[in-house]
């Protein structure tokens, strides 16, 4: 019996992964060059590490010294710009409201910071639905690893088995599984590039199954 909804955030609850991408993608422009929406895709559900990091990648494409601060200060303008001006995702907001109206708990497990997510979540007045947020801070491992979900599973009282996850990205169906919680993938324009697999169920946007349909399922 499903008990409790553990939320990704990025590119799940809000796309914030396309305008980040095509504000990266804009910079490579300048400089001859495109980001493939594949390499980027590596760390989509995680954060930037060895396999991608683009100031160094760009660094390493052109042969030159790439200014980190003034990388990242156009990047987040630009997609900030963007993002406050975008609407939740489909279905979102119904499926919160309906699993708080069948009195389940909610969570939000995201590899992004507190004042990433929590700051977003106020702005569309959806920070009082959830019981518990987690976030990159409250965990030694972000996803890939399964720190996040079974930090959240615990913190709202549930075992693996009686929570379900809502993903968008490889790294997350792999911390799902890791974590032993069935995983719905509902991929968003960026990860719908990628090859995406070991989801329990995939839906094209969450206004296309009610929660009801969801429950029974499971």
Request: glycine share 6%; proline share 5%.
């Amino acid at each position: 019996m499903i008990k409790a909804l553990i939320f990704d955030f990025d590119g799940l609850i809000l796309d914030t992964e396309t305008p980040e991408y095509l504000a990266i993608n804009e910079i490579y422009l300048e400089h001859g060059l495109s980001l493939p929406i594949t390499t980027y895709g590596q760390v989509v559900g995680s954060y930037y590490n060895q396999d991608f990091e683009p100031v160094s990648d760009l660094s390493r494409l052109t042969g030159e010294s790439i200014d980190p601060l003034a990388f990242w200060s156009k990047v987040r303008t630009q997609s900030l710009k963007t993002i406050q001006q975008s609407p939740l995702l489909p279905g979102v907001e119904t499926l919160i409201q309906g699993a708080k109206n069948h009195a389940l708990k909610l969570a939000v497990a995201s590899s992004s910071t507190h004042e990433w997510v929590d700051g977003h979540l106020r702005r569309y007045n959806l920070i009082e639905y959830f019981d518990v947020i987690k976030c990159r801070e409250d965990v030694k491992n972000y996803k890939p690893a399964p720190d996040l979900f079974l930090a959240a599973a615990q913190a709202v009282g549930v075992e693996p088995q009686e929570a379900l996850i809502f993903e968008d990205s490889l790294n997350g169906i792999i911390a799902a599984r890791s974590a032993g919680i069935r995983v719905v993938v509902v991929p968003n324009p960026i990860t719908r590039h990628l090859k995406l697999e070991g989801e329990t169920l995939r839906l094209q946007s969450l206004a296309d199954i009610s929660l009801e349909e969801l429950l029974a399922m499971f």
